[in-house]
């Protein structure tokens, strides 16, 4: 070892490097925190798929049908509930008002006539509804027709009634003459005169019944008119 020259001891040949200052591992901890963050925001793109908000649905228009298209067969029952309903009404408006003078029978077959009409004009415009949904002018013929039924039931089923009452009670004034003692042959003949009476009463009161209920549907206990004109008849094959 060289003197130093100045006595005492020689110095020293080792190098030191100084320390930098702060943390010698931060550098390294910002880096990898920086590459996490960008790793994170990766994902989260990966994961949504840039994916934008969906914009609100328009609001849909209504559908407009098309026009119905009226087939043939429409047009005919349409046609049909018209003219029926007018000829119907025609008929029957005038009956209804009380006439005295008209002839009562003419009367009911005008009023059965148009009643039938209007049934079947009616019933052409329920097809035709069942077909296309549509309403159709019916409040006026249905109001004419149930009161012109009202009005012919009403006065047949009187007629009818008062027919076959008169017809049993000359049924039953024979009654005695019809069994029992012998008979002249002009009490037979009187006795066959009132059973024949009785019968045809008891028969047009159940015609005039049966009229009605074809155009009203009403039904009526006729089994004593019935019983008495069977005895009658049978009596008449006796006598004859």
Do not use: W
Request: charged share 30%; aromatic share 4%.
């Amino acid at each position: 070892m060289a003197p130093d020259g100045g006595g005492g001891r020689p110095p020293s040949t080792r190098i030191y490097k100084a320390d930098p200052p702060g943390n010698p591992h931060l550098p390294l901890i910002l880096g990898g925190a920086a590459v996490g963050l960008v790793l994170i925001v990766v994902i989260i793109a990966a994961a949504t798929g840039g994916r934008k908000e969906p914009a609100p649905a328009k609001p849909k228009k209504p559908a407009v049908e098309p026009p119905k298209v009226v087939s043939a067969e429409v047009k005919e029952l349409e046609m049909q509930g018209r003219m029926m309903c007018e000829e119907g009404t025609r008929l029957v408006t005038p009956r209804l008002k009380n006439d005295p003078a008209a002839h009562r029978e003419s009367v009911r077959k005008d009023l059965e006539r148009g009643i039938k009409y209007l049934k079947e004009g009616l019933a052409a415009y329920e097809r035709a509804r069942m077909r296309t949904g549509r309403d159709y002018p019916i409040g006026d013929p249905m109001r004419t027709r149930d009161q012109a039924i009202q009005v012919l039931s009403a006065d047949l089923e009187k007629e009818g009634l008062a027919s076959c009452n008169e017809g049993y009670r000359i049924i039953q004034s024979c009654e005695s003459r019809m069994t029992g003692r012998e008979l002249s042959d002009d009490e037979k003949k009187k006795l066959r005169e009132d059973l024949l009476k009785g019968v045809g009463l008891i028969t047009d009161g159940m015609n005039l019944f049966d009229r009605s209920n074809q155009v009203s549907g009403n039904m009526f206990d006729t089994s004593k008119y019935g019983q008495a004109r069977k005895l009658a008849n049978n009596k008449l094959g006796e006598l004859k």
